[in-house]
């Protein structure tokens, strides 16, 4: 049974044909691919969130493999009825169990449902996740803003969220390069009073990679919109570099 519910007026939703509707006779077509959008005030979610272009970029750099160990990390915490939020083109979710995943972009929700064919996925907001209260076993929720409030209100009693943040040398020697002055990342866990924090785990790793996945990742972070064209621009010299991926992962429990 789906635990999808209609963003209008909150009913469950279920299958009707190519669509998916609710009791009160809103309905959301099914995409060729799958997906389904349930994001109000968007129709057609293309200019919402990442591009096309960011997107299939983004598909083609995790591809291969440089977060592997975080991937493996992840799919080995999966368990029961999954929620992933936020979840980009579906990278994270080799999961053999009943599985569902949303992001604001239709392109990335497009490009999930073609890599992983047996899970749910929906273009929605996390300020309001279309699905019912008290349903989610476990959440994932990588490198995205946090929501208690709905976080809170879909996971069971006894359900788990596993939180990943960049860890304290994550990308550090891409860092060096750009930056005169380098930092190191907090790790410090998102606040929330509605969840307990019960864990606190490394994943850990060095790649090779080349110059032009380089120029590629270092667009994917949060650095590249504040970094100026001459810092951005050192990174033309790197044909490969040995390049730290570091992660934290935070563990939180809804309490019963």
């Known amino acids: 049974m789906s635990v999808l519910i209609c963003p209008v007026c909150k ?39 990442d591009s096309k272009e960011s997107a299939r ?6 591809e291969k493999g440089y977060y592997s160990c ?54 929605a907001n996390l300020s309001s996740i279309p ?43 891409m860092k060096q390069i750009v930056y005169n002055t380098p930092y190191k990342n907090d790790e410090q866990p998102p606040v929330t009073k509605k969840l307990k924090l019960v864990s606190k785990t490394k994943v850990t790793d060095k790649v090779c990679i080349n110059g032009e996945d380089l120029k590629t990742l270092f667009s994917m972070t949060p650095y590249y919109y504040r970094t100026s064209k001459e810092d951005k621009e050192k990174l033309d010299s790197v044909n490969t570099l040995d390049l730290t991926v570091d992660f934290t992962v935070f563990e939180f429990l809804k309490e019963e």
């Open 57 to 62: 970029s983004r598909h083609t750099f995790l």
């Open 131 to 173: 699905v019912e209260n008290e349903c989610i076993d476990t959440a994932v929720h990588l490198f995205a803003p946090f929501n208690e409030k709905e976080f809170s209100r879909v996971l069971k009693n006894g359900g788990s969220l596993y939180c990943v943040v960049g860890g304290e040398n994550h990308l550090w020697e």
């Open 70 to 123: 975080l991937k493996k990390y992840i799919a080995s915490k999966m368990s029961g009825t999954v929620l992933d939020i936020c979840c980009g083109e579906g990278y994270y979710d080799d999961y053999e169990g009943t599985l569902y995943g949303f992001d604001i972009s239709k392109e990335m929700v497009r490009l999930a449902s073609k890599r992983n064919g047996s899970h749910t996925y929906f273009v």
């Open 11 to 49: 009913e469950k939703l279920n299958t009707a044909g190519h669509s998916l509707r609710c009791c009160n006779n809103h309905s959301f077509d099914i995409s060729k691919e799958g997906y389904v959008n349930l994001l109000l005030g968007s129709k057609s979610g293309d200019k919402t969130g």
